[in-house]
């Protein structure tokens, strides 16, 4: 006897539980993944699977770190700048071919890993993110920057590694911020005397280059 109402009971709550989950919104099913970490907002889809970003997401506008890492992501949609307090995003490890232009309306962002995708360039409006101080946009196929980028008066790293960069943008040369500066594994035959302009910088890494000698400048980064 008691064991028949036990089940009836167990039976009872799972139908309770079908009811609440059918009432949730798609927005609500995806938002009780973010969890409060460090006084911030925080949802990881990485190792998802996923070829596109799910259109629920875009609502979730309480986001302030965002991981989309591992994916399979080939587009990021225009949505993305309905997330306006993104503090960090991270996109690393999909196959994007490129970032989409309201990026620059992401005003509060911190923090951008776009590494080891497929990226030929990145968009000019990028240097409207004036809040970001730590970009990495290594392992994917630039051989430039937008000379926006000289906005990021804040920014204090910057890798660009493994790309197909012959030269550094002149754009570099403007972040008197930097502090951290990866080259490495480009098609840099030299560097110009402009890097003195870089005064706050105090890791420089140029291995897996083709240079064939140093700048005198190097000796006024005192850092």
Known sequence: MGGRVCREEV????????????????ADRIRRFTVRQFGYNVLSLARRGLKEVPEELWELLELEKLNLS???????????????????????????????????????LRVLFAY????????EELGDCTQLEVLSLANNQMSSLPT??????????????NNLITHIPTCVYSLKTLVFLDL??????????????????KILILEGNSLHSLPKALCFLTR
């Open 184 to 201: 490495s594994c480009n098609l840099l035959e030299n560097l110009a005397e402009n890097i003195q302009a870089l005064v706050e910088l």
């Open 148 to 161: 926006s980028l000289s906005n990021l008066t804040r920014l204090k790293k910057l890798n660009l590694s």
């Open 116 to 123: 080891r995708n497929m990226l030929t360039e990145v968009p």
């Open 70 to 108: 591992l994916n399979g992501l080939k587009v990021l949609p225009s949505q993305l700048a309905h997330l306006s307090n993104l503090v960090v995003l991270n996109l690393w490890g999909n196959q994007l071919g490129s970032l989409p232009a309201e990026i620059g309306q992401l005003k509060r």
């Open 11 to 26: 039976k009872e709550e799972q139908r309770r539980s079908m009811g609440k989950e059918e009432s949730l919104t798609s």
